[in-house]
């Protein structure tokens, strides 16, 4: 099986004072996806992490780039942030106020087709200082299993969540090339689980689904041991 990633980036362009009045970004965000018929985005703290050590990275260096000072997108940022999920979208501004910004994506077709797609279903925003500006990074998620939690335990790692994507007819978890069976499935509230034996903390794993179509679709990835955790208060994505 190929390795699924995609990232989406939006061209920068010139930030100006504009008619956007709110203060909120994502108020921004939803008002304008609303108007066009499109949900609303529910914020993730792991996007939102990445966002905020972005921004200050941002800031620090006094430049807006999609690719960091290590030559990271923001695919691999929030993958070493605690992210699993195979797409992710980013968008960048800087202005003296949040309306300037807002009002420069929603003038911007790259940045507004960015906040607009439709794949999305989580966000995560945060802005920082830099001189009279601020700094604005917003991520973006589409998360077809959620919540997802990795967690290691005594007898090794358990993968949970909730199968949220329509299409989807029963959740696959691929440990290398072994496809592992599921521990618990419940059709009726998607929910599942799998156990992913101690020796395997180092294979790389696909989490996805089989649509109801027969179609393989791979939501998240993940080395075990890098992504496990114990802290049911943040759970990896």
Request: aromatic fraction near 8%.
């Amino acid at each position: 099986m190929k390795r699924a990633a995609w990232i989406i980036v939006a061209l920068l362009v010139p930030l100006y004072a504009g008619t956007e009045t709110d203060p909120s970004v994502p108020t921004w965000l939803n008002r304008m996806r609303a108007g066009q018929g499109l949900s609303a985005l529910r914020v993730d703290p792991v996007l939102e992490g990445a966002a905020a050590e972005y921004a200050a990275d941002l800031a620090e260096r006094g430049v807006l780039s999609h690719v960091d000072a290590l030559g990271r997108r923001a695919l691999q940022r929030v993958r070493d942030h605690g992210g699993t999920a195979v797409l992710i979208g980013e968008i960048l501004g800087s202005g003296p106020d949040v309306q300037s910004v807002t009002s420069a994506w929603q003038q911007s077709i790259s940045h507004s087709e960015v906040a607009a797609n439709p794949l999305w279903t989580h966000y995560g925003a945060a802005s920082v200082p830099h001189g009279q500006n601020r700094v604005w990074v917003v991520l973006f998620a589409g998360h077809r299993i959620y919540p997802l939690e990795i967690r290691g335990t005594a007898d090794g790692y358990l993968v949970r969540g909730v199968l949220t994507a329509g299409d989807a007819e029963e959740p696959l978890l691929f440990s290398g090339l072994e496809l592992l069976p599921l521990t618990n499935w419940d059709p009726s509230g998607r929910e599942f689980s799998f156990l992913i034996p101690t020796d395997r903390q180092s294979t790389y794993h696909r989490l996805g689904y089989r649509s109801q179509a027969g179609v393989l679709v791979i939501t998240n990835t993940f080395y075990p041991q890098g992504i496990a955790t114990s802290d049911r208060g943040r759970e990896p994505r």
